[in-house]
């Protein structure tokens, strides 16, 4: 199920909510146990056994640590190659038959494999948990329900924010309610449901329509595009986060932020400490730091960031698209730290720099395949004699235009800043109130009429 | 800060719980007039359709459609979508001066040929009657300087040029464009809330068929308005809205005393003395009163002492151009690929028509994949 689908917001929400605050203190680690699998079983009803299967083996080694204190490293070995696994299958299964395939002639059969909704943001959970349990940070969960809650937990389950057992355990038997918390978590949650549904969708509309006109579009239409994509994906992104952490706040649970403004970030380096966050920190903490992080030799810390962003491409998908910006990624921020940290340049030409960079980057991320990507690429920089500005370009700078510029506004902190404002001042709260309302009905609106908008984090 | 963050949270169980209530207890509705078409009712709920999860994905079908006060949403949606900028929804364009116009996409080419090639093979198969195709130019294409400034649309009129080249020479290409070029400006051709010509573009489509086919003893008409609150099919389409409803009209000919037709639906068993369906005037799709819709087949017989007879292979523009060929022929056999079963052969081999027409506009005909069906029946 989608946050932003009528099914959610007008039948489960209400349900959950209605059930969650009636039940008492005791009994509500089930309630939301029970819901989130429905929830989860509404897109993937074969798979939720699958999930299922995997609460019990994490919830069973996590025990089995506890009891066999001498057998620990074993146990964890074990579990995390045994979690591995079953991501590797599902996710890269095909992808590695295929290139087997290709690199040794081979023709090993190839199945096709669905993959499971969420599978790389709950096996990520489960891992935080086994690795966190081994390294002591905490005792094992004995409560079947309340380790399974956690894991389950529909607010973040199939787009995270990833949520490491460390941050969450006191809260999975200890949180409060309050009016005011839910009327917090629910403006939270209109502001996501609004970025995702008035902001994300409108402008994927131009993303797909500029990918529709193929490989002989002008230099202006694939710029448009791009610059489409890399609106959409954040507003989709953050959008969802944001819903994620307002359900939150609704349920008594505080989730991290996930996003602070990635495209006013001065770096890539920074732009990474603004986006997809809980991804972030995940990797420093169970792959870069472990490997040695930065204190080691220069080459070993460049090995060290090449691993890291090699396998964050691949967390996103099995395909060499990913698997290329993800290093992209790494060797863009190797420059940065080796080269460009040297030199000082004004801010306004960093700024500049990251965001041509993450526009770029969003171009290998959004294509089909590597030669799709370098055919976009070449439109944006005008190869082959193509037209700078046609009419079509002329028309979709008129149909989304005011969009763009909207999406532009709605990035940058300012926004936001004056988001905080309102809710400081107390005779600008009825009017944020209304504007509040008025983006849930609007949002309603588009939910109502298009029957079709799943969220692009679903692929991963 | 608290009360005001209350407040918030009880706006918004409000309304969450409000729409909730309301969609439990109104009654579903199995049509919407609105948007034209059939809406998703409650669907089936076995241990079947929930592991192959298509119980879900009709649930979520079935809540959008029967949401509380869906059309005042849907009509929110557009008054948004027409603020930030956009003219175009659902393939469907809003002109300067209101009117509605499917834009063309381009063609598929593989299903090109294959028509092609399949209606060349049927005119090389039967070489006894005379053949006529009539491809219709669209809005879009007639009235291309009322398009929104920029948006795109494909050529029609190369399509148009490549198709009549394509034709085999046994069958003769009319060409409505000068005609219907000649007339746009005082005549309104197309409906501005439909996707279909006006029967005034008819006539002028039928009077180049008059002189093509020989026909000389065309009797005059009266014209007369049926109707003047028709809301057609591009707005149910778009959601767009038009300044006014169209007007439709019919051509009654003054036919001698004597002259008399039947109609008959021969699929459905129905028999007629009138090419009107005044019934169909109360319902939304007011286009229909030209024959009450699209059939599988129509066969017209008259009491005119002629020998010709004509069957016409068409799409829906035809409806409102057959009543005009009703007085020329002794019969005249309507067939719509799209519903059409039945072997071609053995009609055309069991009736011996004199002329045969194939009239359909480019929007459909482009996309059409029925009539290469039809068409090669036989082989």
Redesign the interface.
């Known amino acids: 199920m989608v946050f932003s689908s009528v099914t959610f917001l007008f039948i489960f929400l209400p349900v959950t909510l209605l059930l969650y605050y009636l039940v008492p203190e005791k009994g509500k680690n089930l309630v939301l146990l029970v819901l989130s699998l429905i929830f989860y079983a509404w897109g993937e009803p074969l798979y939720v056994f699958l999930m299922l299967y995997s609460i019990l083996f994490n919830y069973g080694m996590g025990l089995l640590m506890e009891k066999h204190e001498g057998a620990k490293k074993q146990i964890l070995i074990f579990s995390v190659i045994i979690n591995l696994f079953i991501i590797g299958f599902f996710k890269y299964y095909g992808f590695l038959i295929e290139n087997l395939n290709a690199v040794f002639r081979l023709s090993l059969p190839v199945r096709k494999i669905a993959l499971p909704i969420g599978i790389s943001f709950y096996t990520f959970q489960a891992l935080s948990y086994v690795i966190d349990l081994y390294r002591g940070r905490f005792k094992a969960q004995k409560n079947f329900i309340a380790f399974g809650a956690y894991i389950t937990m529909f607010p973040q389950l199939i787009a995270g924010p990833i949520v490491r057992y460390e941050d969450i355990k006191d809260q999975m038997t200890n949180r409060r309610l309050s009016g005011a918390r839910l009327g917090k978590g629910a403006l939270r949650f209109i502001i996501g449901l609004a970025k995702k549904v008035l902001l994300a969708n409108l402008i994927g509309a131009l993303f797909n329509e500029v990918q529709a006109l193929g490989a002989e579009v002008s230099t202006l239409s694939a710029w448009l595009g791009a610059l489409a994509y890399t609106f959409q994906i954040y507003f989709d992104f953050s959008g969802y986060s944001d819903m994620a952490i307002g359900l939150g706040d609704m349920l008594g649970f505080h989730f991290s932020e996930n996003f602070k403004h990635p495209y006013f970030a001065d770096s890539v380096t920074d732009f990474w400490r603004r986006w997809h966050i809980s991804l972030g920190t995940w990797f420093r903490e169970y792959v870069y730091i472990p490997l040695g992080g930065n204190r080691v030799k220069v080459l070993r810390h460049v090995f060290n960031i090449l691993v890291v962003w090699l396998l964050t491409g691949l967390w996103h998908g099995a395909s060499w698209n990913f698997v290329f910006w993800g290093l992209y990624y790494g060797l863009l921020l190797l420059f940065e730290k080796y080269i460009l940290d040297r030199i000082r340049l004004p801010k306004i030409l960093r700024r500049l720099m990251m965001i041509f960079a993450v526009i770029i980057g969003w171009v290998f991320f959004s294509a089909e395949s590597l030669p799709q990507a370098f055919q976009t690429l070449a439109a944006m920089f005008g190869a082959g004699g193509r037209a700078g500005i046609d009419e079509t370009a002329r028309y979709l700078l008129k149909s989304y235009g005011l969009p763009l510029i909207f999406c532009a506004f709605f990035s940058f902190p300012a926004a936001h800043a004056l988001l905080n404002k309102c809710e400081k001042e107390t005779t600008l709260r009825v009017p944020l109130l209304l504007f509040a309302v008025v983006l849930l009905i609007l949002s309603t609106a588009c939910l109502v009429t298009q029957n079709y908008n799943p969220f692009l984090y679903f692929r991963f | ?2 009360w ?10 409000i ?3 409000g ?2 209530a309301a ?1 439990l207890f109104q009654p579903d509705r199995a049509y919407s007039p609105a948007e034209k078409r059939n809406l998703t009712q409650f669907p089936a709920l076995s241990l079947r359709t ?4 298509s119980f ?1 994905d009709r ?3 079935y ?2 459609d029967q ?1 509380p006060l ?1 059309d005042t ?2 009509r ?2 557009t008054r ?1 979508s027409i603020l ?5 929804s659902q393939g469907v364009y809003r002109c300067e001066d209101g009117s509605l116009m499917e834009r063309f996409d381009a063609p598929d080419r593989e299903n090109y040929k294959e028509t092609l090639a399949a209606i060349s093979a049927f005119s090389a198969r039967y070489k006894g009657p005379d053949m006529y195709f009539m491809l219709v130019p669209n809005a879009v294409s007639v009235y291309p300087e009322k398009l ?5 649309t494909e050529d029609q009129n190369a399509y148009i040029d490549r198709f009549y080249k394509d034709l085999p020479l046994s069958i003769r290409a009319l060409d409505l464009r000068n005609d219907l070029n000649a007339a746009a400006a005082d005549t309104q051709l197309y409906y501005a809330s439909d996707h279909h010509w006006t029967t005034d573009a008819a006539l002028i489509a039928f009077m180049n068929y008059k002189k093509t086919a020989g026909l000389d003893n065309v009797p005059p008409f009266h014209r007369s308005v049926i109707a003047n609150d028709f809301t057609g099919s591009l707005v149910s389409e778009s ?1 767009f809205s038009v300044p006014a409803p169209d007007a439709i009209t019919v051509y009654l000919p003054e036919e001698p005393e004597d002259f008399y037709y039947t109609v008959s639906y021969t699929n459905e068993n129905l028999r007629r003395a009138s090419c009107y369906e005044t019934e169909k005037l109360k319902e939304d799709d007011k286009y229909q009163v030209f024959f009450g819709g699209n059939h599988p087949i129509i066969e017209i017989n008259t009491s005119l002492d002629s020998t010709r007879s004509l069957l016409v292979i068409k799409d829906s523009y035809a409806n409102c151009f057959l009543p005009f060929l009703v007085p020329e022929y002794r019969s005249v056999t309507v067939v719509d690929p799209r519903y059409y079963y039945d072997d071609i052969d053995v009609l055309m081999e069991s009736r011996g028509f004199t002329d045969v027409l194939f009239l359909y506009n480019v929007n459909t005909f482009a996309e059409d994949t029925n009539l290469k069906t039809v068409l090669k029946n036989a082989q």
């Not at chain 2, 929930?50 to 999860?53: H, M, R, T």
């Not at chain 2, 930030?84 to 175009?88: A, I, N, P, T």
């Open positions: 800060m608290k005001y963050r209350r407040i918030a949270g009880f706006l918004f169980i309304f969450i719980f729409l909730a969609a929930i592991a192959d999860g879900m649930m979520e079908d809540a959008a949401f869906r949403f849907m929110l949606k948004l930030r900028g956009s003219v175009e929104p400034a920029h948006a795109p959601g």
